[in-house]
């Protein structure tokens, strides 16, 4: 069966951030639902469980960071792109992500107008490979 819209979680503490994501967001026609995840352990649990399409990734989290979630992501092979959405857009924190397998590194300020294009490109992708 040809998966028409993406199951999405966001991991982020910031609500103002992820308030302003989700209205942005809504305005797509190919997202099902959008999580959310404060912490690493939530988005863990919902990792664990929901198995999203696409997560979108903050570095700076309540308990561990979002580049250990990018490792336990990839090394427990979760078939999910991730987006990396971050203040801490310095090369150190690029190179980083990109080296654990993120698929994308995002600032938060800067490219943010850029979100929705690439989610339209993986939705394509998506649907052409399953």
Known sequence: MEKTKL?????????????????????????GYIDVANSYD?????LTNEK???????????GKSGIDLLGIIKKME?????????NHADEYYRRECKNLGADYFLDKTNDFGLLPGIIISIQQNLTTTK
């Open 7 to 31: 199951e999405l979680l966001i991991v982020d503490d910031n609500k103002t951030f992820v308030d302003r994501m989700i209205r942005l967001l809504d305005e797509l026609d190919n997202i």
């Open 42 to 46: 939530d988005a863990f649990w919902i």
């Open 52 to 62: 999203p399409d696409l997560v979108l990734l903050d570095i700076n989290l309540k």
């Open 78 to 86: 979760w078939e999910c792109k991730v987006i990396m959405v971050s």
